[in-house]
T-cell receptor, first 112, second 113 residues
Framework: QQQVKQSPQSLIVQKGGISIINCAYENTAFDYFPWYQQFPGKGPALLIAIRPDVSEKKEGRFTISFNKSAKQFSLHIMDSQPGDSATYFCAASKAAGNKLTFGGGTRVLVKP | ETGVTQSPTHLIKTRGQQVTLRCSSQSGHNTVSWYQQALGQGPQFIFQYYREEENGRGNFPPRFSGLQFPNYSSELNVNALELDDSALYLC????????????FGPGTRLTVT
């Protein structure tokens, strides 16, 4: 059972454009939603995370939007750069459990 | 502050063999979680160790086992290797109870032939 669904599977964006990745979850007990960035041959790196008591969180060019009633959250990458080309994973976990449930990933390619 | 390290980087084993993967957690972290990432997929939770005890397990058979040591480092052992065990094995460390942030190591690429 896939508890976190991520879309699209892949994305091509021009340099300077906006990349948008969406995730939907099923388990209402989830209350921590991180995004990870992974380059080929590397482990996932924590990018930004949000808890459901806020609807938006911004860190630099990365913004998470959260819709608790719809059980959806998204990552926006503003002013996309070629160095942002990577695979992005959304994830979710319960308060104290620490077990992360990941989405299937989105491969982002930023064209110069 | 040192990050999460894993060894070895790559490993090739034959079906039926056993393998041990190692992980050193980030300084100050007391919890280690192991994940399996098949090619083109998101990581799947195997199990977590906290204070040397298993603290949660995903949908993996008993031939996947682990240990955590007093210095919080950890091992993942897989017995009777199958071809489908070929994957990137990731270790993540965190501080249980206060924050949920997990920091991943670079992974061990296991190939079973």
């Amino acid at each position: 059972q896939q508890q976190v669904k991520q879309s699209p599977q892949s994305l091509i964006v021009q340099k300077g454009g906006i990349s948008i990745i969406n995730c939907a979850y099923e388990n209402t007990a989830f209350d921590y939603f991180p995004w990870y960035q992974q380059f080929p041959g590397k482990g996932p790196a924590l990018l930004i995370a949000i808890r459901p008591d806020v609807s938006e969180k911004k860190e630099g060019r990365f913004t998470i939007s959260f819709n608790k009633s719809a059980k959806q959250f998204s990552l926006h990458i503003m002013d996309s750069q070629p160095g942002d080309s990577a695979t992005y994973f959304c994830a979710a976990s319960k308060a104290a459990g620490n077990k992360l449930t990941f989405g299937g990933g989105t491969r982002v390619l930023v064209k110069p | 502050e040192t990050g999460v390290t894993q060894s070895p980087t790559h490993l090739i084993k034959t079906r039926g063999q056993q393998v041990t993967l190692r992980c050193s957690s980030q300084s100050g972290h007391n919890t280690v979680s192991w994940y399996q990432q098949a090619l083109g997929q998101g990581p799947q939770f195997i199990f977590q160790y906290y204070r040397e005890e298993e603290n949660g397990r995903g949908n993996f058979p008993p031939r996947f086992s682990g240990l955590q040591f007093p210095n919080y480092s950890s091992e993942l052992n897989v017995n009777a290797l199958e071809l489908d065990d070929s994957a990137l094995y990731l270790c993540a460390s965190s501080l249980l109870g206060l924050v949920n942030e997990q920091y991943f190591g670079p992974g061990t690429r296991l190939t079973v032939t």
